[in-house]
């Protein structure tokens, strides 16, 4: 039986939200449309991929491929409306149709690839932790820990009120 992790969420966030990106620029350019990104356009492209991506990993697994159909949708009519935006934007009407059966199409290959992909990495970590347990091991933790050596520790607070070592300014002049 496959166990839940941290892990698979965040996977399932950063694929959900990579691919409704690459599939937006990607169904955009085969249908046609003009591809000149501004810093406005790529902001609002990063800020629905960040969406698609956090909303896709608050979804609870085992619901099958349908939430991150919803989700990667939404996360292409971000990013269609942030390439539509986007200055000198263009393309021919014929070229929509295109476009719209390309977005359509992405979505559910898209979500079966990433809940695909999710399933194989539960069962993978699960039969891991499964053999390693015959095998003898301990349960294995990963702690988020720092360890800083007693001698090395240099409060921040001097290097931020210090200028830095040495002097500032331009060199001497040389007679």
């Known amino acids: 039986m496959a166990t839940p992790g941290p892990t698979c969420p965040r996977l399932r966030g950063v694929f959900a939200g990579a691919a409704a990106g690459v599939v937006s620029i990607a169904a955009h350019a085969f ?3 003009a591809l000149a990104p501004g810093t406005s356009t790529v902001a609002l492209l990063l800020a629905g991929c960040a969406i698609t991506g956090a909303l896709a990993t608050a979804t609870r697994p085992g619901r099958g491929p349908m939430p991150l159909m919803a989700l990667l949708a939404l996360g292409q009519a971000i990013g269609h409306t942030a390439l539509v935006t986007a200055p000198g934007h263009h393309h021919g ?3 929509t149709a295109t476009m719209l ?3 359509l199409l ?3 290959v898209g979500a079966l690839l990433i809940h695909t992909a999710e399933r194989a990495v539960r069962y993978a970590v699960s039969r891991l932790k499964r053999t390693l347990r015959r095998a003898g091991c301990r349960e294995i933790s990963f702690r ?3 360890i800083v050596p007693a001698g090395e520790h240099r409060p921040a ?4 009120l210090s200028s830095g070592p040495g002097t500032r300014g331009p060199p ?3 007679v």
């Open 106 to 108: 992405a979505i559910p």
């Open 101 to 103: 059966m390309a977005h």
């Open 93 to 95: 009407a014929l070229s």
């Open 157 to 160: 607070r001097l290097l931020l």
């Open 144 to 146: 988020r820990t720092v």
């Open 172 to 174: 001497p002049p040389r």
């Open 31 to 33: 249908g046609g449309g």
